[in-house]
């Protein structure tokens, strides 16, 4: 029964979807107008005879017109009685709105999908009291490492509240800053908002020894403070493979290592005879920090050479050695391109370079593979594990920090099949556990330590 144009009830029905305005004014078979407003869009759909007729949105009609209009999530709306000449639409309304649903999904997964890539884009806080180098980090990662910066601060008490708020993927910490420096900061993020920090400093002589104090606290690495079109690119590039790792690192898995007890350099003995034994430590993200927990508790051995081969940025090398040598009863230099191993020694190189090991009148001697062009050099990642058990046999102790970036398998069995001794450090206390985890998978080693535990071990055991 129709009732007369002008009749019936006026009122609003709340959590109505357009959909069954829709179905319901071509059910009616009226004419009728269908006016529905979404914040500042509005449009019209216009019924007549169990079909939808015209559509208008803006300057659109017809059946874009309509299916723009159905995608609006809500509104309001008024529906009377009102008819048109225009017929813009020649579809059946079932097939329109069965379209329009289609339109709809494929709207809502393009935008999950969206979100989900800007979910995966690494966050980054920017602490620099300096106004040009945080619009010059602003510019580095979002038009060049493509990580968006969340928060900027200028000083430690900034970060922190910032922090508060939002935990960031990775947070850059200038090392001198007002208020609050950038040490206090640190000590304050790892203990209230655990988070990856890395260090921006100038390396110099004088900051050396600060710069390590970072990475005791818990910095999971550091960069110089660009100077130059060349050192932003290094410091561009370093950025980007800690992102590329960003996701997997556990900052609650590492403990500050202790304050160090300086060792007297008088009293430390001149190597000269040649090392009868071999502690090779190789490192990743997180290395650097457990470093400061193993040398400086090494049991002194005057027929033991020390090899650690540390990934870093360039430039810290001659820092961390030298940083090194005041707190170990080794004498701890920096590695060159050619270094004989020699008993109670300490050789601090970048895991970055190829190297092996070989006999030189008489002498085991280190080399820089990579440049060396008088002999045959082995040219997998195995190498330098192939010659130090070639040479130092059941001698030989290995030894893989949190990081470690290559799983050198061939190179392990060859130790074990020689005779040395593989130690890993217990994943459970790496920054980076993954690439530990993988070679704990091979089963190769004698035993898995935590940081402090693993000198009195080698002590005891070489």
């Known amino acids: 029964m129709k009732h007369p144009a002008g009749s019936g009830f006026v009122g ?28 500042d869009n509005r449009g019209v759909l216009y019924f007549s005879e169990n079909e939808i007729v015209h559509a208008e949105f ?6 874009e017109a309509f299916y723009r209009i159905m995608s609006w999530p809500s509104g309001t709306f008024s529906m009377l009685f009102a008819s048109t000449k225009i017929r813009s639409i020649d579809s059946s309304w079932n097939f329109l709105l069965l379209e329009a649903a289609r339109r709809i999904d494929e709207q809502y997964k393009s935008k999950e999908t969206a979100d989900d890539e800007a979910s995966q884009i690494p966050k980054v806080l920017v ?29 430690g008490r900034e970060a922190l509240k910032f922090l508060e708020m939002q935990v960031p993927d990775l947070v850059t910490l200038d090392m001198t800053m ?29 900051h050396y020894s600060k710069m390590m104090g970072f990475m005791r606290y818990g910095c999971v690495d550091m960069v110089a403070k ?29 403990s500050r290592a202790k304050e160090l007890k300086a060792v007297d350099p008088k009293i430390k003995k001149q190597p000269e005879k040649k090392a009868e ?8 993200l997180g290395g650097m920090l457990e470093l400061q927990k193993i040398i400086p508790a090494l049991q002194y051995n005057s027929k033991m050479a020390v ?72 040219m997998d990642t195995d190498s330098l594990l192939y010659s130090a058990a070639d040479i130092f046999g059941s001698q030989l102790t290995v030894l893989f920090l949190s ?41 190769m080693e004698e035993c898995c330590l935590k940081p402090e535990e693993i000198a009195p071990y080698i002590g005891m055991h070489t």
């Open 403 to 443: 990081g470690v970036e290559e799983i050198l398998k061939e190179g392990m069995e060859t130790v074990v099949m020689k005779g040395g001794k593989i130690i890993l450090q217990d994943p459970s206390s790496c920054l980076l556990p993954g690439s530990v985890d993988k070679i704990r998978s091979l089963g």
């Open 277 to 284: 034994k071999l502690l090779l430590i190789m490192g990743g």
């Open 58 to 63: 803006g300057e659109l009609t017809g059946e």
């Open 127 to 155: 602490v620099d009291d300096s106004r040009f180098f945080t619009k010059a980090f602003i510019k580095l990662f979002e038009e060049q490492i493509h990580a968006q910066v969340v928060g900027t601060a200028t000083n």
């Open 307 to 378: 090899l650690v081969l540390q990934n870093m940025y360039p430039g810290i090398v001659q820092f961390l050695s030298s940083y090194l040598d005041g707190f170990t009863s080794y004498t701890t230099t920096t590695l060159v391109q050619k270094n004989t191993l020699l008993g109670g020694q300490c050789l601090v190189g970048n895991s970055q370079e190829k190297k092996e090991i070989i006999t030189d009148e008489g002498f085991p001697t280190i080399i820089d593979a990579e440049n060396d062009d008088d002999m045959q050099l082995l």
């Open 226 to 254: 660009p100077t130059n079109p060349e050192s932003w690119h290094l410091v561009g590039e370093r950025l980007q493979y800690l992102l590329m790792n960003v996701k997997n690192i556990s900052v609650d898995n590492v």
């Open 178 to 206: 007002p208020i609050m420096s950038g040490d206090v900061a640190l000590k304050h993020i790892m203990i209230r908002s655990p988070a990856p920090v890395v260090l921006v400093s100038n390396f110099n002589d004088q």
């Open 12 to 39: 609003e029905i709340e959590g109505l979807g357009l959909v069954d305005l829709v179905q319901f004014a071509c059910l009616a078979g009226d004419d009728r107008k269908l006016s529905v407003l979404s914040e």
